[in-house]
C-alpha cells in the first residue's frame, strides 16, 4: 500500500429499504495494487461494491475517489470518474456476439485501440469473436466481462467473484491477468477463492455480518488464526 489512496472509504453504512447490511466500513484501495474483500456468503461483500458503485445509497460514511466526495453521486458520474464494476453475475449480452459485448465497452472510448489490448489479454476471446456469448464457457464469459470493464478504461475496477464457476483449469489464466491489471490500475477483488485472492492481493480486508472484521496486508491475513473463523460457514 505505498501509493496513495485512490479509493478511501470511512464509515460507510448502506442496506436494502431498512434492512442494514453494512455497518461503517472503512478501506482504502491504491491507486495501483489490488485490495482482495473475503467473507462468507452473506457477509456483505456484494453489498459493499453495490454501494461503491452508486446502486445503492449509503445510509451513513464518505466515499472518496481520487480525492472527490462522491457518496451522492450517481452510478453513472462515478463511472466517469473512472470506476468500472463487474457484477456476480456479469451481465454479458448472450444474444449478442464478443465482439459486439466488446464495443458495448467501448462506448465511451471512441477509440478502439483498447479492443486489440483485451484480445491480447484474453486470447481465448480472440477466436470466438463471432459467436453468441450464449455459447461460451463459465470462464469464457467472465474474460468477456473482465474485458468489456477493461475496454472501459477504469482506474479502479471492481470485481465480484471473477473465478465463481470457472473450471479450475482457467483460474490460474484469470489470476496471472488480474495481476497484470493491478500493476496498471486499482482492484478490489471479491473472492471465494481465498488463495487466488490473497496471490493476488496486497492488502485483505475480511467481512463478517456487514463489518470489516479483520485487515491487513495478505500475507498477515493468510496466516492469521482469526481468518477462519470470519469464514467458517
Ligand atoms: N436485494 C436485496 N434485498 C434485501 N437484502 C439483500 C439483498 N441483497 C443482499 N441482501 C442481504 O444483504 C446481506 C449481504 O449480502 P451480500 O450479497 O452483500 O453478501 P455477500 O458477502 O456478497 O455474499 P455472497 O458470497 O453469497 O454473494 C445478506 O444478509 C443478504 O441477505
Known amino acids: 500500500m505505498s501509493d496513495a489512496a485512490f479509493l478511501d472509504v470511512a464509515g460507510l453504512s448502506a442496506g436494502y429499504g431498512r434492512s442494514q447490511a453494512l455497518f461503517a466500513v472503512s478501506l482504502k484501495v491504491p491507486a495501483r495494487g489490488a485490495v482482495a474483500v473475503l467473507g462468507r456468503n452473506g457477509a456483505g461483500k456484494s453489498t459493499l461494491l453495490k454501494a461503491l458503485f452508486g446502486e445503492l445509497p449509503p445510509m451513513a460514511g464518505t466515499i472518496h475517489l481520487d ?9 453513472e ?22 465482439r459486439e459485448n466488446l464495443l458495448l465497452g467501448c462506448v465511451r472510448q471512441p477509440d478502439r485501440s483498447g479492443m ?9 476471446l480472440a477466436q470466438r469473436l463471432q459467436q453468441t456469448a450464449g455459447t461460451l464457457s ?8 473482465i474485458g468489456r470493464a477493461v475496454l472501459g478504461r477504469p482506474r479502479l475496477l471492481m470485481l465480484d467473484e471473477p473465478t465463481e464457476g470457472v473450471w479450475v483449469g482457467v483460474i490460474e489464466e484469470i489470476a496471472g491477468r488480474l495481476k497484470q491489471l493491478s500493476r496498471e490500475m ?3 477483488l471479491v473472492e471465494q477463492h481465498i488463495e487466488l485472492a490473497l496471490e493476488v492481493a496486497s492488502h485483505a480486508y475480511v467481512m463478517d455480518r456487514g463489518h470489516v472484521a479483520l485487515e491487513g496486508p495478505a500475507a498477515s491475513v493468510r496466516s492469521d488464526p482469526r481468518l477462519m473463523h470470519h469464514l467458517a460457514p
Not at 78 to 96: C, D, M, N, S, W
Not at 138 to 144: H, P, T, Y
Open 186 to 188: 486499482a482492484l478490489i
Open 116 to 124: 486489440d489490448y483485451v484480445l491480447d489479454f484474453f486470447p481465448k
Open 77 to 98: 458520474q462515478r463511472v466517469r470518474r473512472g470506476i468500472g464494476y463487474v457484477p456476480q453475475e456479469h451481465a454479458i449480452f448472450t444474444k449478442l456476439t464478443v
Open 67 to 75: 480525492g472527490a466526495a462522491v457518496e451522492g453521486e450517481r452510478a
Open 138 to 145: 463459465g470462464g469464457e464469459r467472465k474474460m468477456l466481462a
